[in-house]
């Protein structure tokens, strides 16, 4: 059974960073495409980033090119979103997704965290 638990949200000021993490369990990680997701009250599921089945290619949404980084650890079955440079743009709940290909859509996915909010207000 694949289990996706995120974790690191919290409370940051504006020009703060936090670090996303999602253990993953239940399944051939390494094989998996992974995603970061966010969700703000009233607007639909986008893509933050992607990290593709290979390991070595990645998608950034534009609003966070430059400030987030997506990475994953095999040995670990576990994936990172480093968050810097954060601002109140950036206040959701944040999903780790997974699917054996991926793809730009939250439909693309077939396995979701529970989330984990991140908050940025000064």
């Known amino acids: 059974q694949v289990q996706l638990v995120e974790s690191g949200g919290g409370s940051v000021q504006p020009g703060g960073s936090l670090r996303l993490s999602c253990a993953a369990s239940?399944?051939?990680?390494?094989?998996?495409?992974m995603a970061w997701f966010r969700q703000a009250p009233g607007k639909e599921r986008e893509r933050v980033a992607t990290?593709?089945?290979?390991?070595?290619?990645?998608v950034y949404a534009d609003s966070v090119k430059g400030r987030f980084t997506i990475a994953r650890d095999n040995g670990k079955n576990t994936l990172y979103l480093q968050m810097n440079s954060l601002n109140p743009e950036d206040t959701a709940m944040y999903y780790c997704?997974?699917?054996?290909?991926?793809?730009?859509?939250?439909?693309?996915?077939?396995?979701w965290g529970q989330g984990t909010q991140v908050t940025v207000s000064s």
């Open positions: 990290i593709y089945n290979g390991g070595s290619s990645t």
């Open positions: 997704a997974a699917d054996p290909n991926g793809g730009p859509r939250a439909r693309d996915f077939a396995y």
């Open positions: 239940g399944y051939a990680y390494q094989y998996y495409s």
